[in-house]
Structures are given as C-alpha cells and as structure tokens.
C-alpha cells in the first residue's frame, strides 16, 4: 500500500478516488490511510495471497504486478541483492535514484528514537522482532563509533524505512546483526 501511495503521485489513477499527498510549495507532504486507500489494501491482500502467516515474495510480486497492470500501469522490480545477500550499495544507487525498496525481513530491529545525544555519549533506543516484516526502504544512515585515541570501534548503518506501523511510520531499521534481509528489490511504477 505504501508503494501505490508513493507511486500515485506520478500515476494518480493508483488510487481511485483518492489523491495520496498534498503539496506545500516545493514541499511533499503524504497522507495518511483513509477509506479509499484501505480498500487499497484488501485488493491487495487478495491479489498477493495474504494470509495469517503473512506475504510470500512471489505472491507480492504477483500481486503489485497485477494491480498496478490492472490500472493500467506497468510495474517493475530490480533485485538488490548479490549472491542472495542484501547489497548495500544497490540500495543507495536505488534510494538515490528515487526507487523505494521493499525490504522482506526475517527478523528486525526498529530504532524508536533514532538517537539522543549528550557530550560523550549516544543512547539509540530500539525494539527488535523475530517476526518477519516488509518495509519500504526510501534512505539511509550510518553512524561511526571511535574510541578514545581516534580509532574506530564499529559502524552502524540504518535502513530509513516506511514500516507500516502506526506507532513508528518512518523510521530506521538497524541492519549490523540485529536484522536479516531475505530479499530486496526497488520498485518501479510508470
């Protein structure tokens, strides 16, 4: 759903009877869900398979596929993966290029608040899962930890993410050994 929002702004007949975003000067400002967009959602759910265990890559696939051809759009998907391994470089090509990225995880960590900061310390609050999940990735950061003498300790890089969830929208996804991506592809719709 997250994707046929973003995507509705360059082809408005995604959303029927809705328009997904306003604009303030230069400025894009999304909306949220209305009932428009959750009849969205059903479609969707139906045409992808969903059920209580969730989305299969496949049936995502199938499903976007055949919604967005069925408004008479065409849809695309480029792997950001090598070797069956997320590729970071992929991604900011793509998040750069202004594809989002859905992102399939197996389990994941959400920061909550992204970072607070006092003189010689950081804390990041987070909260982790070991249940799969799809966001939609659309940047990035990362942080670099050194020690006392100038020496790097550890870099941390963070997916920035649409994650559906009420609670967090756009947040970042830590992906350093606390998340595992099973697959990735960015998305075209034109």
């Known amino acids: 759903g997250i994707l046929i929002g973003y995507y509705d702004k360059q082809c408005e007949d995604l959303i029927p009877n809705f328009k997904s975003y306003n604009t303030l000067g230069d400025y894009v400002v999304w909306k949220t869900t209305n009932a428009a967009a959750a009849e969205v959602i059903k479609e969707l759910n139906i045409l992808m398979g969903t059920n209580s265990e969730g989305t ?44 989002p990225v859905s992102i399939f995880f197996n389990y994941y960590s ?31 950061k990362q942080h670099t930890y050194y020690d006392a003498n100038g020496k790097v300790l550890t870099t941390r890089t963070y997916l920035k993410v649409a994650s559906g969830f009420v609670t967090s929208g756009i947040c970042y996804f830590n992906i350093n050994n606390y998340s595992k991506i099973d697959n990735a592809v960015a998305i075209t719709i034109s």
Request: glycine share 10%; with cysteine.
């Open 56 to 99: 299969t890559f496949s049936g995502f696939q199938a499903g976007m596929n055949g919604y967005v051809q069925s408004h008479g759009y065409t849809y695309s998907s480029t792997s950001v993966m090598t070797n069956g391994l997320f590729d970071f470089s992929k991604y900011v090509q793509a998040v750069k290029s202004n594809k």
């Open 110 to 140: 959400r920061l909550s608040n992204v970072l607070t900061e006092t003189i010689g310390t950081d804390i990041i609050t987070s909260y982790s899962s070991s249940s799969s999940h799809v966001a939609i990735g659309c940047g990035y």
